[in-house]
């Protein structure tokens, strides 16, 4: 899913933006979005499985939700004048993967300010039965 949501981002760049193939940490745990404002950053996917239905013959079936949460940072004090263009072009890539089953795709969209930075993370959950 990683891959997918870095290959839709870097067909649909705003202007001012960047994409990062790096992770959103450096080796020592701290936030590259941090340091590199205006480029945006795709975390590995988180996937969980809980039960749905439970049959004898363990062949249940099983909600399994996988979550992608991307981050990008701007300076607080000047927001780029395109800030809400890519808000909502990265939550467009919600729309990917039509093909596996998902059943329900959401993003919810966070901000929060770190020293001179306004920090947007966006979580991306995709769902299915499986």
Not at 44 to 66: A, F, K, M, Y
Not at 87 to 100: P, Q, S
């Amino acid at each position: 899913m990683r891959s997918d949501i870095l290959t839709y981002l870097k067909a649909n760049l705003v202007s001012g933006f960047g994409v990062s193939e790096e992770l959103p940490w450096d080796a020592s745990g701290q936030p590259l979005y941090l340091k590199n404002m205006k480029k945006i950053y795709v975390d590995r996917p988180q996937t969980v499985q809980e039960p749905l239905i439970e049959t004898l013959d363990d062949r249940g079936i099983v909600n399994e939700s996988t979550t992608v949460v991307v981050y990008v940072s701007t300076d607080a004090k000047t927001i780029p004048t395109n800030y809400d263009t890519m808000v909502t072009t990265v939550k467009a890539a919600k729309a990917l993967d039509t093909t596996t089953g998902w059943r329900q795709r959401t993003t919810d969209v966070v901000t929060t300010f770190e020293s001179d930075n306004l920090v947007t993370e966006f979580t991306f959950n995709f769902t299915k039965l499986s």
